[in-house]
């Protein structure tokens, strides 16, 4: 009964001092006050319990819109970030406080600190929630997101390409918006950055994936017709293995997608599987694997490419592959070299 009694005192207390922040954040001009408070509910995670009965967030929100100040727009976005990551409850609760329209909104502003703290909260809000996309597409995020994603400080243009990551799943609709929105061209400028951080290219590639596999008939075409796969091939030639990993998918993605509608260079076809050979020195999986994915579907299409696996220089490193004590790495490559060999196109 003492230790029930005890943590029921700790609880209202707690409300106690959420009730007091309340109060701070509907007095805008204390803001030295109100950014104490704002490191207070990033840190003590509140319960959902808690922050209903204060009212914390809706005042926290009301600030976000009034405020001018963007040291404190910046703790508020981290406050709501916090808070947003806590639990899908959460989430869900900071979702509904109305921060959305106000968060979009920061993303227009100069502060670019600011702007990537907003993106890192929007990301948590409409994390798995395609209506929070919904909303964050047409409060106007698709325009400012596009540009911060060329900004060229990695750290910005990683917030930015989470949220457009989100928004390009599950819907041809945002996607139409996000093709509105220049996505495309931007995504060109950031692949063609001299020296790009790779995580931003991973994040971009990503992006790319989505609005193929999400994207309907018209929007493919669009993608297709934008011409990527130089780009792409240019991912294979950077030295990180999770960056060439990331562009030989999205490379399987763009030809599964084109195929079926246009003609597609079978030199730079041959391109791509003679830089896909060259790795099979890694003896890792997903080369062997992504080698044979790209054979089937040419196949599929009556485009005869085994021959250029059959004579790279490679191919004598496929067959001792075979024999690998790796039974997943033995049975893909002696799929290959089955296919390598065959006579069927």
């Not at 009965?53 to 600030?63: A, D, I, P």
């Not at 309907?216 to 075409?221: A, F, G, Y």
């Amino acid at each position: 009964m003492g230790i029930k009694n005890s943590t029921q005192r700790k609880k209202t207390l707690r409300v106690n001092y959420l009730q007091q922040i309340a109060k701070v954040f509907s007095q805008t001009e204390k803001q030295q006050h109100d950014g104490a408070a704002c490191s207070f509910c990033s840190s003590c995670h509140p319960s959902i319990d808690e922050l209903s009965e204060s009212l914390t967030l809706s005042k926290m929100v009301r600030c976000l819109r009034d405020t001018k100040c963007s040291q404190l727009r910046l703790q508020l976005s981290s406050a709501l970030f916090a808070i947003s990551a806590l639990s899908e409850q959460h989430r869900v609760l900071v979702a509904q406080s109305g921060a959305l329209p106000c968060l979009v909104r920061i993303l227009y502003c100069d502060d670019l600190k600011t702007c990537e703290m907003a993106a890192w909260a929007l990301a948590a809000i409409i994390k798995n929630s395609p209506r929070e996309r919904d909303l964050v597409a047409a409060y106007g995020a698709t325009l400012p997101l596009a540009t911060l994603m060329c900004n060229p400080r990695p750290e910005i243009q990683r917030a930015a390409l989470e949220v457009l990551q989100q928004l390009s799943l599950g819907s041809s609709s945002r996607i139409g918006l996000l093709l509105k929105n220049n996505i495309l061209p931007n995504i060109r400028l950031v692949l063609f950055q001299p020296r790009s951080d790779p995580d931003v290219l991973i994040r971009t590639f990503i992006l790319l994936c989505y609005i193929i596999q999400e994207g309907n008939r018209s929007q493919k075409l669009e993608v297709i017709n934008a011409d990527f796969l130089p780009a792409l091939i240019d991912g294979l030639c950077r030295s990180e293995a999770h960056v060439k990993r990331v562009a030989a998918d999205t490379i399987f993605e763009l030809l599964s997608a084109a195929l079926p509608f246009v003609p597609c260079s079978t030199k730079r076809i041959a391109h791509v599987l003679i830089l896909l050979c060259d790795h099979l020195a890694t003896e890792e999986l997903w080369v062997l694997q992504i080698i044979y994915d790209v054979l089937v579907l040419l196949e599929k299409y009556a485009i005869d490419m085994k021959y250029v696996v059959r004579y790279c220089d490679g191919f004598k490193k496929l067959e001792e592959m075979q024999r690998s004590a790796n039974k997943e790495i033995s049975i893909v490559a002696i799929e290959i070299v089955e296919l390598c060999n065959s006579n069927l196109i």
